[in-house]
């Protein structure tokens, strides 16, 4: 095994060409960004004219929707390896502590579920 200074050389090699390049492409950009202000055109890139204000008001439904398909999704990313090493860890004698837990969290995920569609945010209007 080899002593610290050997082994910490290539994380520290990597760090500094990592901030190095960062520092590089930084810097390139501003110096080659173009220096003339130009006023706002009158139509988006493909040719629609744009109208109103951009900073108005959104449907929060969208972004409530959004994010609980995140965390279901989340949730499909955490079953299916527990599913793949459930043999695994029913070999080591760990299969029913570790069905208990996630029968704990697919129970914690029904009750925000159902808390979720009490409120209403899965209905549109």
Known sequence: M???????GPIIIQLILG???AALILSLAFLLNPKKR?????TFEC?????????GVFNVKFYLVAVLFILF???????????VNL?????????GFILIEMLL???????????IWKKGALEWD
Request: overall charge negative; charged content about 15%.
């Open 19 to 21: 901030v190095g390049f």
């Open 105 to 115: 969290f697919i129970f914690i995920l029904v009750v925000g579920l159902y808390y």
């Open 2 to 8: 080899g002593s610290a200074p050997e082994s910490l």
């Open 38 to 42: 130009s006023k706002p055109h009158d």
């Open 87 to 95: 043999g695994k860890f029913t070999e080591a004698g760990l299969g």
């Open 73 to 83: 999704d989340i949730e499909a990313v955490f079953l299916y390896p527990w599913a």
């Open 47 to 55: 040719g629609v004219p744009y109208y109103g204000d951009a900073r």
